[in-house]
């Protein structure tokens, strides 16, 4: 099946080439942890630590990690290759992700004693980063939001609630996005937000678990903030200027979605044409007939555009361009894609995809929360009715 790059131009430092060796390394780590494993940790919310620590060991945590900070070097382009290639071994790895994303504003924007002090030790795997932003009136509204620090002394107090915080009991530390102004206090809703980075054991941290399932390994929490100290090494960025930093983080964030929406679609798509072309109930193996067939590749070729625009939305974001627009196109169409392959593995295996031991239903919360979450697909149409098509805002 296509999904490496061999179809895209190869030259040395050619995206193909970026993605190719880390497909490689992904691949060698892949054989060493089956999907059996991935669904134990899924099914008893173990976090998946054997597999952190070789993706630590292997150095494939430190990608996007400039080489002279500790790094492996590389961006976002080698980081999605990775989480799609893992998804598409059926290992769901959403602290990647989390870790991932949340590093790049302290990158960024951070000092260099705060990169050492809080990206340097995700890089061999010992700390993991997870990220809050959503609250639970807020929602969708993220500027709506109430978490608000103030400041004492030379630091600040914060005091909120997060909810769906994935990971927070896993983690080390957290970015949380918290506003610096009220509402009131500011000319744009946009302004007043900042970034900090706090631990999951401060005091007057409290992590509430909630009781969700969608199938991967991390739970979610609702987060309590009690008049938290955070010292001033804590903001990153400056005060109130968050935003950048934020959208930075929000659209790495959508390309890692993308890629692990494309691997999970690849994945289920792989066992529904073996089994296609094994299941024979007239005789015929199944896959040849179209009412399939079609389904599949229909599935397939939207996984694949999804694809190349996230491809294409990685080159812009590690070239400094505005990876916006793409990024958050990649994610619409690659969420909708995998929930589309999901669905056609599951007609193909008739009533056997609803047996949990094939492995098909198991997929459906993942794929289909990623239409949702981290942003629901209709922000994403918003977008780009507005900020691409030039309409008026919707909402
Ligand atoms: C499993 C899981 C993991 C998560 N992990 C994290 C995490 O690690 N960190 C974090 O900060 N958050 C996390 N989230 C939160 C997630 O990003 C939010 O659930 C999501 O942004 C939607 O917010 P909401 O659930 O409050 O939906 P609401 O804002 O209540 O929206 C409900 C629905 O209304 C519709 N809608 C809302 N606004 C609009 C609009 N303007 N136009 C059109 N339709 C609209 C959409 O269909 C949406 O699905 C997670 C959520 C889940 C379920």
């Known amino acids: ?36 494993y991935m669904r134990e940790c899924i099914d008893q919310h173990r976090f998946p630590q054997e597999i952190w620590e070789t993706l630590g060991e292997y150095g494939l945590l430190g990608i996007s990690i400039p080489e002279d900070l500790g790094g492996s070097g590389g961006g976002q382009v080698e980081l999605v290759a990775l989480m799609e290639a893992l998804a598409e071994a059926g290992l769901v790895l959403p602290m990647l992700l989390l870790t991932g994303f949340a590093r790049v504003p302290i990158i960024r924007h951070g000092t260099p004693e705060q990169i ?24 969708t509204n993220s500027f709506a939001m109430s978490s608000l620090a103030t400041r004492e002394g030379d630091g600040y107090r914060l005091t909120g609630r997060k909810v769906f915080i994935s990971g927070a009991a896993d983690a080390n ?45 991390e739970r979610q929490y609702l987060v309590f903030f009690d008049e938290v100290r955070l010292d001033a090494d804590r903001l990153i960025g400056l005060p109130g200027q968050g935003l950048a930093g934020m959208f930075e983080a929000l659209n790495s964030e959508r390309l890692l979605v993308t890629a692990m929406s494309v691997g999970l679609g690849n994945y289920a798509l792989k066992k529904a044409v073996a089994y296609a072309n094994e299941r024979k109930p007239f005789g015929v193996p199944i896959g040849g007939y179209q009412a ?36 958050n196109m990649a994610k619409l169409l690659g969420s909708r894609a ?35 979450a981290p942003i ?5 149409l918003n977008y780009i009715g507005e900020h691409v098509l030039g309409l008026p805002k919707s909402y």
């Open 1 to 36: 099946m296509i999904s490496n790059t061999s179809d895209m131009p190869f030259g040395p430092g050619s995206v193909a080439e970026r993605m190719h060796d880390i497909r490689e390394a992904a691949r060698v780590v892949s054989e060493g942890f089956s999907r059996a």
């Open 116 to 139: 050492e002090r809080f990206v340097k030790p995700t890089i061999s795997g010992t700390e993991k980063l997870c990220f809050a932003i959503t609250e639970p009136d807020a929602g």
């Open 173 to 217: 530390r957290m970015l949380v996005v918290a506003r610096t102004q009220k509402v009131g206090e500011v000319g744009r809703r946009t302004e007043g937000m900042s970034l900090f980075v706090v631990d999951t054991d401060a005091p007057g941290v409290q992590l509430q678990p909630l009781n969700i399932d969608v199938g991967w390994p």
């Open 292 to 327: 399939l067939q079609h389904r599949l590749a229909e599935a397939k070729a939207e996984l694949e555009a999804a694809r190349l625009m996230m491809i294409q939305a990685a080159a812009t974001f590690d070239a400094g361009g505005n990876a916006g627009a793409h990024a």
């Open 338 to 372: 995998a929930v589309k392959a999901v669905e056609a593995a599951l007609q193909t295996h008739g009533g056997y995809g609803f047996d949990r031991d094939y492995d098909i239903i198991t997929l459906w919360p993942s794929v289909r929360l990623m239409e949702i």
């Open 376 to 380: 629901n697909n209709e922000m994403l």
